[in-house]
C-alpha cells in the first residue's frame, strides 16, 4: 500500500453564489466553521441549489493517489444512508481500498455546505454526522504499518476521530514508515494548535502539509521565515503551498520553490490542497525527488480547481502522462 | 405561471468515462435505456466515480425558467429520502413551485445513470424508483389552467405517470392555454409513437420539442423536409434541435433558423434539449418573437453544456442580460 489516509468522511454540496449572497447568508469569506444538525438543516434549506460530489480532504487525496496509479486505502466513517452508498461507490470504484464499518443508526452521513464564489473561492460548513463515529478501533495496526505513508487531514473535532488519527500516526512512525499531518485549515490550526505542535515536537509527523496562513497560524508569533525554520527544524519534510504562487518544499538541507501547473478558467479552488497532497505523496512512495513531488501536486490541483468539486474529473496519470 | 412541467422525477448520476469503458460496460453510445432496481445497483456498482446533480427531463425545464426569472411550476414523485430531499430543495431553491405529495414507502427517489464520452455525448440509464408513483391524481386542475404553458416530458414508461401527463396536457390545451409535449428520445417515440401522434392528431399539442432523429423516428415513412411538412400540419409550433447545427422553429406560415449560442469547451451535453426549451417557452410566456425564442433556447443550451450537469450553474437572467 502506497497510501493510507484517514479523515472525516464526507458528501460535498457545492453552490455557486454571489460575494452578496454569501453576506446575505450571514457566512464570512473562506472561513472554515463546523455545523451541527439543525444548524445544518437550516443553512441548507437557505442554500441555492447545488452538485453533490464525494468529498472529505483525506478522502480526496486517497482518490487522487489512485487516479495516479498508486495504491491507497481510506479510514473514515459513513452512515448505510443514500449518501454513505455514494461516498463509499465513488471511493471503491476509483480503486481506494475502504473496510471501515458502517453505522446503521444515528446521525446520517457528514457532509459539507461549500458556498463558491466566482473569484473560484470557496467558503464550507461541515456538517460531520456519522464520521463524528470513527474511533481508534476503526485503525487496524497491520493496516498502517503496511502502509508506505500514513496521512491525517487535521479537521480533528470529533474526540474519538482524533485519537484514531493519533493512533494512526503513532503506528506509521514507529513502524518506521511515514506520517503525514495536514493542517486542513486556519480554524484547525487555532483550534489544535497544541496537539498538532505535541506530535510535531514529539517528532512523530515525518510530512507536513499546510499552507502560508496555516503555518503563520501555527507559530502566531513570528514571520513566514521564521515559521518555514521551524517546521525545517521538527519534521524531515514540509510543504508549503501558496495558491497561486505556487508551494515550497522544505527538507533537513533543501527547499525547492515549485510554480503552479497551467490551468485554463479556475472554477472552484475546492480540493486544491487535497490534491496537491495526492500528487506529492505519489511521487514520495514513486522515488521522485522532492522538486518532482511537488510538481506532481501542482499538477493535480490544477486539474481540480478547473472544475466544480473536490475530485479529479479525468484519470490523474493520464494526465501526468501528457504532461 | 408562465410553465408548469411535469415528468419522472430523478437525481442524475453523472461519470466520464472512454469509449472504451462505455463498451466494456455493455452500453451502446447514446442509446437511452431503463433499469429495474437490480439492473441499477449492478451498473451502478461498475460506475466510476460520478457526480450528483438534481435532473429529471422537464424538471431541469422548470429549472430553467425560474433560473430566466421566470415563474415555474414542476410535478413529479419523489420519495422521502435523502436523495428526494436533494431534488426538492434543488427545485424550491432555485424558485421552482413544487407541492407534489412524496412517498413513504416503496421504491426510492429515481436516479439516471448517465456516461459522459470525452466528445461530450452522454449514455443515460434511468431507474425510475418513486418516479413511477405519480397518478392523474397529482395533477390539480386549477394548476394546470392557471399556467400558460403545460409542458410535458416524453419519457412516457410509467403507466400511471403517462395518464398524468396526459390529463395535464388536456386540460392544458382545453382551458385555451397551451399544451406542449417534448418528444425526449428516439427510444420514446419508438415506444410511444401511437399515443404521441394520437395527441398531435387530436390537435392538443400547441408546441412540440424533438431532435432530428426523434422526428424521423415520429414518421418513419419520409425524410426530415416532409416530417417537418407534418408537424407543421400537426401543431401550431414546432421546435427541432440540431445539435451544433442550431434549430429550426416552424409555425404556421413561418420558418426561423436558429444559430447555436458561442459555447467554449462542450464538455457535457445532458440538459441540452432541457434547457433550450426552458429558454423558448420563457421567451414565448415573455411575448417575444418566435425567432427570439429560439435564440433564447440555444443560450440556456450553451450554458449547460459547458460543464457536467443538467442545471444552469450560473443565473440565466445574468447570462441572457450579458448576451
Given at each position: 500500500?502506497?497510501?493510507?489516509?484517514?479523515?472525516?468522511?464526507?458528501?460535498?454540496?457545492?453552490?455557486?453564489?454571489?460575494?452578496?449572497?454569501?453576506?446575505?447568508?450571514?457566512?464570512?469569506?473562506?472561513?472554515w466553521?463546523?455545523?451541527?444538525?439543525?444548524?445544518?438543516?437550516?443553512?441548507?434549506?437557505?442554500?441555492?441549489?447545488?452538485?453533490?460530489?464525494?468529498?472529505?480532504?483525506?478522502?480526496?487525496?486517497?482518490?487522487?493517489?489512485?487516479?495516479?496509479?498508486?495504491?491507497?486505502?481510506?479510514?473514515?466513517?459513513?452512515?448505510?444512508?443514500?449518501?454513505?452508498?455514494?461516498?463509499?461507490?465513488?471511493?471503491?470504484?476509483?480503486?481506494?481500498?475502504?473496510?471501515?464499518?458502517?453505522?446503521?443508526?444515528?446521525?446520517?452521513?457528514?457532509?459539507?455546505?461549500?458556498?463558491?464564489?466566482?473569484?473560484?473561492?470557496?467558503?464550507?460548513?461541515?456538517?460531520?454526522?456519522?464520521?463524528?463515529?470513527?474511533?481508534?478501533?476503526?485503525?487496524?495496526?497491520?493496516?498502517?504499518?503496511?502502509?508506505?505513508?500514513?496521512?491525517?487531514?487535521?479537521?480533528?473535532?470529533?474526540?474519538?476521530?482524533?485519537?484514531?488519527?493519533?493512533?494512526?500516526?503513532?503506528?506509521?512512525?514507529?513502524?518506521?514508515?511515514?506520517?503525514?499531518?495536514?493542517l486542513?485549515d486556519v480554524v484547525c490550526v487555532n483550534n489544535f494548535r497544541d496537539?498538532f505542535?505535541?506530535?510535531?515536537?514529539?517528532?512523530?509527523?515525518?510530512?507536513?502539509?499546510?499552507?502560508?496562513a496555516e503555518?503563520?497560524a501555527l507559530?502566531p508569533?513570528?514571520?513566514?521565515?521564521?515559521?518555514?525554520?521551524?517546521?525545517?527544524?521538527?519534521?524531515?519534510?514540509?510543504?508549503?503551498?501558496?495558491?497561486?504562487?505556487?508551494?515550497?518544499?522544505?527538507?533537513?538541507?533543501?527547499?525547492?520553490?515549485?510554480?503552479?501547473?497551467?490551468?485554463?478558467?479556475?472554477?472552484?479552488?475546492?480540493?486544491?490542497?487535497?490534491?496537491?497532497?495526492?500528487?506529492?505523496?505519489?511521487?514520495?512512495?514513486?522515488?521522485?525527488?522532492?522538486?518532482?513531488?511537488?510538481?506532481?501536486?501542482?499538477?493535480?490541483?490544477?486539474?481540480?480547481?478547473?472544475?466544480?468539486?473536490?475530485?479529479?474529473?479525468?484519470?490523474?496519470?493520464?494526465?501526468?502522462?501528457?504532461?
Amino acid at each position: 500500500m502506497d497510501v493510507l489516509t484517514l479523515g472525516n468522511a464526507m458528501v460535498d454540496v457545492l453552490a455557486m453564489v454571489s460575494d452578496e449572497e454569501l453576506a446575505r447568508l450571514g457566512l464570512e469569506k473562506n472561513v472554515w466553521g463546523l455545523l451541527d444538525a439543525d444548524e445544518a438543516e437550516r443553512l441548507y434549506s437557505a442554500m441555492p441549489a447545488g452538485v453533490e460530489v464525494s468529498g472529505g480532504s483525506a478522502a480526496n487525496t486517497a482518490i487522487g493517489v489512485a487516479s495516479l496509479g498508486g495504491t491507497s486505502q481510506y479510514i473514515g466513517k459513513v452512515r448505510n444512508d443514500q449518501l454513505g452508498d455514494v461516498f463509499v461507490h465513488d471511493l471503491r470504484s476509483t480503486g481506494v481500498a475502504y473496510d471501515t464499518s458502517v453505522t446503521t443508526d444515528g446521525p446520517p452521513t457528514g457532509r459539507c455546505l461549500i458556498f463558491v464564489t466566482p473569484d473560484a473561492h470557496r467558503t464550507m460548513r461541515p456538517f460531520l454526522g456519522a464520521a463524528h463515529e470513527l474511533t481508534p478501533d476503526d485503525v487496524h495496526e497491520d493496516a498502517v504499518a503496511g502502509a508506505d505513508v500514513t496521512y491525517a487531514e487535521g479537521f480533528w473535532d470529533a474526540p474519538c476521530a482524533r485519537d484514531a488519527f493519533r493512533k494512526a500516526l503513532r503506528i506509521a512512525h514507529s513502524a518506521g514508515r511515514k506520517a503525514a499531518l495536514s493542517l486542513s485549515d486556519v480554524v484547525c490550526v487555532n483550534n489544535f494548535r497544541d496537539d498538532f505542535l505535541a506530535v510535531l515536537e514529539a517528532g512523530e509527523i515525518d510530512v507536513l502539509f499546510g499552507n502560508e496562513a496555516e503555518l503563520l497560524a501555527l507559530f502566531p508569533d513570528v514571520g513566514l521565515d521564521a515559521a518555514v525554520g521551524r517546521v525545517r527544524d521538527l519534521c524531515p519534510i514540509a510543504v508549503v503551498t501558496r495558491g497561486e504562487h505556487g508551494s515550497i518544499v522544505v527538507a533537513a538541507g533543501e527547499t525547492h520553490e515549485v510554480a503552479v501547473a497551467p490551468v485554463g478558467e479556475v472554477v472552484d479552488t475546492t480540493g486544491a490542497g487535497d490534491l496537491y497532497a495526492a500528487g506529492f505523496l505519489y511521487g514520495l512512495t514513486h522515488g521522485e525527488t522532492l522538486a518532482r513531488c511537488g510538481e506532481l501536486g501542482s499538477l493535480c490541483a490544477a486539474e481540480v480547481i478547473s472544475h466544480v468539486g473536490a475530485r479529479p474529473q479525468r484519470r490523474l496519470s493520464e494526465l501526468v502522462a501528457s504532461s
